[in-house]
């Protein structure tokens, strides 16, 4: 069993540069996933000099680690986008998902891309009784507007179904394999990308952005933050707006797949889809929660595989944790933040979809082209009071005081790991097989959260914002930008 996403592919079709001294461009975008590689596609054909960056490998970061599904049916998202906004605010969100999945779709067929794609119908349902109403809630709402569904009591397989929606219509593909596959269409299109160059900091002088790397400083006229979770605070808010949740997830060898995918409407959150590749897959993702709660990886784990065990019998080939960015408002946060500065984030697990709207609506921002759902996304709409008192919950209550209070001070939960201050500073040291000791400064440089060692995949983890660094302290993955390696 493998300790990673089954998207991971071992060859490349491309080859990207390596920076070595200032450049300049118009566009500089900041992240090579799908929102990242999707900004870059739309932007192919403008007359603009277009330069992508990526702290990893392109496709390394949540892109690598969703399930995949391309569908409009999120949940039971769209009666409660009605309530928090208004009918045409969540007519717009369905349409705009509509428009995506026909976006990647197109785009499959254009470049006859090979990534499994699969037509096949969704469902969102439920066990128990008394959420019933709600999905009754969302049927008024596609009644409203004549979506076709379907209402169901049992699921194609096995899982505890009480009542359901199904849809048609809907799509799963392989993430990667279509990430590549643009990414190899936008070099063909002289846009230059540069992998393994962080972006450090970022500064505004003569109405140009200065963005700063270990290899160089890239002059640019526009920027796009298509970092999955933005590594500045200001502007955007995005801490107060939005908290992060986790998910495990596994796939399976199967005989046959089966033309659905499906989703539980609330916790236990059950995720399942088929794909199909060389072999048969099933891949099944659940115990989710915040960021910031049940720490212990090694738990969850278990908990996921004996849920899939509880079920299904077939043996398991990866096993894999990511996370998303939940806004607290349930839109997407997509566009221009101030003057030529562009982000998009806040995908609420389904960046699929909005990662590849995210990329049409910035191209054409940055184009002056029309498009319909600028104001949807708006990232600087209103911030209430509700989100600022959820941020302080969220993000330092349950994080630090969790982590000083239980997990620090119960030893046993890590093993050959030691919290120790040293030279005044709060250190985090593995002991490896070797009993070589690794030292790391406890302390994430993004917000100032403490750290958490995840033993499955030997990184130090941030409960907070969800940076993570290697055993000696050098980042894997952002917000934040800075290693965390520890120097007597
Ligand atoms: C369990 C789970 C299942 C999901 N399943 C689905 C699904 O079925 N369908 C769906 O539509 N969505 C799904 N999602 C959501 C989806 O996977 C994400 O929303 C989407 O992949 C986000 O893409 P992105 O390009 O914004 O971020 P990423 O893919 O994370 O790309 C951001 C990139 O930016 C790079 N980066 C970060 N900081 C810097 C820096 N400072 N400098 C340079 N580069 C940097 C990172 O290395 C990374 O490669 C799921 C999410 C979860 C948690």
Not at 360 to 367: A, N, P, V
Not at 451 to 479: A, Q
């Amino acid at each position: 069993m493998k300790n990673e996403s089954i998207w991971k592919l071992e060859n490349r079709p491309f080859q990207t540069k390596i920076l070595n001294n200032d450049i300049t461009t118009d566009v500089l975008i900041i992240g090579g996933g799908i929102t990242g590689i999707s900004s870059a596609f739309y932007l192919k054909d403008s007359n603009l000099k277009i330069t992508l960056i990526e702290a990893n490998t392109i496709g390394s970061g949540a892109t690598l680690n969703t399930t995949g599904k391309m569908t409009f049916l999120q949940g039971l998202i769209y009666h409660k986008l009605e309530n928090i906004f208004d009918f045409n605010t969540s007519l717009k969100y369905l349409q705009s998902q509509l428009e995506a999945i026909n976006l990647i779709e197109q785009n499959i067929k254009t470049y006859n891309i090979d990534c499994n794609y699969l037509k096949n119908s969704s469902y969102v349902y439920t066990n128990n009784e008394k959420e019933i109403k709600e999905f009754i809630k969302e049927q008024n709402f596609f009644d409203k507007i004549n979506l076709k569904y379907k209402i169901i009591d049992k699921l194609p397989i096995d899982l505890d179904c009480k009542y359901g929606i199904k849809v048609e219509n809907t799509a799963v593909f392989h993430p990667i394999k279509y990430l590549y596959r643009l990414t190899e269409e936008i070099l063909k299109n002289n846009i230059d990308i540069y992998e393994h160059t962080t972006a450090l900091k970022i500064e505004e002088s003569d109405q140009k952005y200065r963005v700063y790397t270990k290899d160089g400083i890239i002059t640019a006229n526009k920027i796009v933050v298509a970092t999955h979770y933005p590594f500045f605070i200001v502007p955007a808010l995005i801490p107060f707006k939005t908290h992060l949740e986790k998910e495990y997830v596994l796939a399976s060898k199967i005989d046959k797949i089966k033309e659905f995918n499906a989703i539980t409407n609330k916790n236990p959150i059950v995720s399942t889809r088929y794909h199909q590749d060389k072999n048969n897959y099933i891949i099944f993702a659940s115990i989710e929660s915040k960021l910031a709660k049940n720490l212990n990886n090694e738990a969850n784990f278990s908990r996921l595989i004996k849920k899939f065990e509880h079920q299904f019998e077939n043996k398991i080939t990866n096993l894999w944790f990511t996370y998303d960015l939940i806004t607290n408002d349930k839109l997407p946060i997509i566009g221009e933040v101030k003057r030529n500065f562009y982000i998009a984030t806040g995908f609420n697990k389904w960046g699929m979809t909005n990662g590849t709207i995210a990329g049409k609506i910035l191209s054409d921002l940055m184009t002056n082209q029309p498009n319909q759902y600028i104001e949807l996304f708006e990232p600087n709409r209103e911030i209430t009071m509700e989100q600022i008192k959820n941020f302080f919950i969220d993000g330092f209550t349950s994080a630090s005081s969790f982590i000083d209070s239980k997990i620090n001070k119960n030893k046993e939960f890590y093993e050959n790991v030691e919290f120790r201050t040293i030279d005044n500073i709060s250190c985090g040291i593995y002991t490896d097989e070797n009993k070589k000791q690794h030292i790391v400064k406890n302390k994430c440089p993004h917000m100032g959260c403490s750290l958490i060692f995840n033993n499955e995949e030997k990184t130090w983890d941030c409960p907070c914002h969800g940076s993570r660094y290697d055993l000696d302290g050098n980042v894997i993955k952002g917000p934040s930008n800075q290693n965390i390696r520890f120097k007597h």
